[in-house]
């Protein structure tokens, strides 16, 4: 079965600083990731994604996430922190042989401080 | 265009009652899905439909949870009875096909927040 870790249910970064987002699983095979973002009061958007080919994938809004095989990580990051970054932001797995479920981490809640 | 709308955005209901929970998927959405959101837990998958047919319901709790979408447009999640463990927040989401799906290409919706007390 698959899981999928999301190390740090808060994070809290200063604007204009890094965003870093540690997303670990574990998979048989390896999946296809996603990064889905839930900013207050709204669904969950799909941020970015990697299903083949260039394994440093950009998404919406500046973000990026970079594929490891050898780590099994797909850690999202920013460059600068922007204070509409606040939100809780999912990574998720999905078997491309067993249909459209997706396994979700358990989420990292991003504050940024002015 | 509407997004994938869901009702009610709250409910708080007693032990042993009965809640149904609704979706409107994006209209021209094939693919339906369910998931739910255990206070403090991962967001996990309920159920699949592709039009009015169960694609996955491997998700699905126990026979307490009834899932339908009679002519494949909006679909009813129904709660009976309730109990504590079942409080959280239901999500709905719906992609264009299939292959979107597969891409993580989802629109979910807001959620809607069950409380058993």
């Known amino acids: 079965a698959q899981s999928v870790t999301q190390l740090g249910s808060h994070v809290s970064v200063s604007e204009g600083a890094l965003v870093l987002l540690r997303c670990n699983y574990s998979s048989s095979v390896p999946p296809y990731l996603f990064w889905y973002v839930q900013y207050p009061n709204q669904g969950l958007q799909l941020l970015l994604k990697y299903t083949t080919g260039a394994t440093l994938v950009k998404g919406i809004n500046g973000f990026e996430a970079e594929f490891k095989k050898s780590e099994t990580s797909f850690h999202l990051t920013k460059p600068s922190a922007h204070m509409s970054d606040a939100a809780e932001y999912f990574c998720a797995v999905s078997d491309h042989d067993a249909g459209n479920m997706l396994t979700f981490g358990g989420g990292t809640r991003l504050m940024v401080k002015p | 265009e509407a997004g994938v709308t869901q009702f009610p955005s709250h409910s708080v209901i007693e032990k042993g009652q009965t809640v149904t929970l609704r979706c409107d998927p994006i209209s021209g959405h094939d693919n339906l899905y369910w998931y739910r959101r255990v206070m403090g837990k991962e967001i996990k998958f309920l159920l699949h439909?592709?039009?009015?047919?169960?694609?996955?319901e491997s998700g699905m709790p126990n026979n307490r949870f009834l899932a339908e979408r009679t002519g494949g447009t909006y679909s009813t999640l129904k709660v009976q009875p309730a109990e504590l463990e079942d409080s959280g927040v239901y999500f709905c989401a719906s992609s264009q096909d299939w292959l979107a799906g597969a891409h993580g290409e989802l629109f979910f919706g807001e959620g809607s927040r069950l409380t058993v007390l």
């Open positions: 439909f592709v039009k009015e047919s169960k694609q996955d």
